[in-house]
């Protein structure tokens, strides 16, 4: 069974910056793509970025510039560095792992329990 455990979230003021962890267990890490997703309250839960296998990344346009997914597969870790935070930015964010992951939550097979990320001044 694969688990993923997100680390990294806080409060940080507009402008600051934060890196978010996804640690993976429990398959082989290397196989997967890894998505980040975020949901603001009383939002639908959105796209924000992925990286293949390959290491491929696609960012959602509203991140692209300011966010930089990277994966260690030595560490079985994904990372989300994310700059320039904007409150807009203020959301739970999730990590997602599947063999056939891409832009929608339904291509993810498994999820990570969230992190809160707030950007307030």
């Known amino acids: 069974q694969v688990q993923l455990v997100e680390s990294g979230g806080g409060l940080v003021q507009p402008g600051g910056s934060l890196r978010l962890s996804c640690a993976a267990s429990?398959?082989?890490?290397?196989?997967?793509?890894m998505g980040w997703f975020r949901q603001a309250p009383g939002k639908e839960r959105e796209f924000a970025g992925f990286?293949?296998?390959?290491?491929?990344?696609v960012y959602a346009d509203s991140v692209k510039g300011r966010f930089t997914i990277s994966r260690d597969n030595t560490e079985n870790t994904m990372y989300l560095q994310m700059n320039s935070l904007k409150p807009e930015d203020t959301a739970v964010y999730y990590c997602?792992?599947?063999?056939?992951?891409?832009?929608?939550?339904?291509?993810?097979?498994?999820w990570g329990q969230g992190t809160q990320v707030t950007v307030s001044s």
């Open positions: 429990g398959g082989t890490f290397s196989n997967y793509a």
């Open positions: 990286i293949s296998k390959f290491g491929i990344t």
């Open positions: 997602a792992t599947g063999l056939n992951g891409r832009y929608s939550a339904s291509s993810y097979d498994y």
